[in-house]
């Protein structure tokens, strides 16, 4: 129950998020009922406020359902659970909501009709169409995020790390064991398998009419960026917290078997290598959601089609 809870209620909010997200963006006139440039247009001005607004709604929601989620889990699987599993989700079921209403948007792209179309021919990659720093960021912290995981469930001992030397056996919690990162886990992967779809739809969208190729390019790479940003927000938030709370847990136990008159495990010495680890992690992904400034293709753009 500890981790169907926070997992069903994530899943919920996911999927009522995306679900009104549709439901906004197809709320229009038909395919034939505005010209082509005109349902560019105002397709690009409501995508510009539902991803956000889904997601800071998720985050108000389980910030505001936290307390209540949490005791549940608390009662049932008692003090030495996973009892902070739904707060440790946040990040990445908002990131979910955010990068999820994004696919959407992008899926209710407006596509060329009418009987003759044409469209400019170039070659485009997921590359060429996202902003490399923000890539590099989003692969760096979410694989990272999935190795921490990994190495705290298998040193871990559920929920806590607990060590022992000679007669003395100290333990220090919370720390994320396999109650936590399989949940975790299961979030990441989701997000990540979602932040792909989500830049590959972009690549494959139609190209927006009466624009140059690299007004069309830029525009793509804003859309990517949005979702980069928030993508590695989560993960980059998700993975500095894990750390931080691994590294206090590690300062726990050699302090407790140093009290006891034990030596320190080597690794030990670890402990504040992976605090400053975690705040530096912390820093860097809030530091990458501000945007960039506006390109300067940017001031070029005809009358409609927002820049």
């Known amino acids: 129950m500890s981790i169907a809870l926070p997992l069903l209620v994530l899943a919920l909010v996911v999927v009522a998020a995306v679900l009104v997200a549709r439901l906004v963006l197809q709320g229009s006139p038909g395919p034939d009922a505005l010209p082509l440039p005109e349902r560019v247009a105002r397709h690009a001005r409501r995508t510009r406020w539902v991803p956000p607004t889904a997601g800071l709604l998720a985050a108000v929601v389980l910030l505001a359902a936290q307390p209540a989620l949490s005791s549940r889990v608390a009662r049932a699987v008692g003090p030495d659970g996973p009892t902070g599993l739904v707060l440790a989700l946040v990040p990445l079921a908002v990131g979910l909501v955010w990068v999820g209403a994004a696919a959407v948007a992008e899926r209710t792209w407006p596509a060329p009709d009418g009987?003759?179309?044409?469209?400019?021919?170039?070659?485009?990659?997921?590359?060429?169409?996202?902003?490399?720093?923000?890539?590099?960021?989003?692969?760096?912290?979410?694989?990272?995020?999935?190795?921490?995981?990994?190495t705290c469930a298998i040193v871990g001992d559920g929920n806590s790390l607990a060590v022992r030397s000679g007669p003395v056996t100290t333990s220090a919690g919370p720390f994320p064991g396999w109650a936590y990162g399989a949940p975790m886990l299961a979030a990441a992967l989701a997000l990540a398998g979602l932040t792909v779809l989500t830049l590959r739809l972009v690549r494959r969208r139609p190209a927006v009419p009466s624009i140059t190729p690299e007004q069309d390019a830029d525009l793509r790479r804003r859309t990517t960026g949005g979702a980069l940003r928030v993508a590695q927000a989560a993960f980059g938030l998700t993975l500095g917290g894990t750390t931080l709370v691994a590294g206090v847990a590690v300062h726990g136990v050699t302090s407790g078997l140093t009290l006891n008159g034990e030596p320190a495990p080597a690794w030990g010495a670890l402990a504040p290598w992976l605090v400053g680890a975690a705040w530096l992690v912390l820093l860097l992904a809030i530091a990458a959601t501000v945007p960039w400034p506006a390109r300067a293709a940017r001031a070029a753009y005809p009358a409609g089609v927002p820049a």
Request: charged fraction near 15%; avoid cysteine.
């Open 115 to 150: 009987e003759l179309r044409h469209a400019a021919l170039a070659p485009r990659s997921v590359a060429t169409t996202s902003p490399r720093l923000l890539r590099v960021l989003t692969a760096t912290w979410g694989g990272l995020l999935v190795a921490v995981l990994v």
